[in-house]
């Protein structure tokens, strides 16, 4: 399923996030994954909500930056394959609509849609079954963002669970088949999908 998770600017919806992945430190509490407390850090696909600081390799081209997540993919020997990051990351590349004309591009070349998509790609290659997504489509127009609505669905088909950020109420309104509602750090509600109205939601966060 898709999990959306509501709130206004300082709800504490993207520190949830941030501890989830382990990028926070706890201050109390236990994380655990299917009903398991991870020995290791899981396999979770993650982009952050500051993709700037926080998402992308600046100094690295387009390619290494999708790839890097599943390195075995295109190694053999423990030895990365050139040929394979290149058919792996335009198949990507292709896929997303990401404008740029080959995956050697730093990808501080990139405008702030195409860095986003860039990101996606990369969580889709890294083959994770959980996928934790602070505000997939902020600064991306209306058909890049149908693009990465489809994907979304289809890691949804293939057996994946998102946990899902946005400020657009009526994009998670729109993708998720359920929705908790974060105010001041702690969660105050849920809903599925057909439970509540934009107006409701938009009513319980800021109350």
Known sequence: EILGIAGLVG????????????????KYGEIEFFNEKPGQKPAI???PEN?????????????????????PKISRFRLIRG?????ESMDIIDRFGIDTPDGSTRISHLSGGNKQKTIVG?????????????????????AGKVEIYNI?????????GILFVS???????????????IKKGSLVGEFSYSETTQEQLFSLCGQ
């Not at 994770?128 to 997504?133: A, E, G, K, R």
């Not at 400020?167 to 509602?181: A, I, Y």
């Open 11 to 26: 709800s504490g919806r993207s520190s949830l996030l941030r501890a989830i992945v382990g990028m926070d430190k706890l």
């Open 45 to 47: 696909g993650f982009l």
């Open 51 to 71: 993709r700037d600081t926080d998402g992308i390799f600046f100094n690295l081209p387009i390619s290494q930056n999708i790839t890097i997540r599943n390195l």
């Open 83 to 87: 040929n394979m990051e290149h058919l």
């Open 122 to 142: 990369r969580n889709v290659f890294s083959n994770s079954s959980i996928f934790v997504f602070d505000e997939p489509t902020k600064g991306i127009d209306i």
């Open 152 to 160: 979304l669905n289809e890691l949804i088909r293939k057996g994946a």
């Open 167 to 181: 400020s657009d109420f009526s994009e998670l309104s729109g993708m998720c088949d359920r929705l908790l509602v």
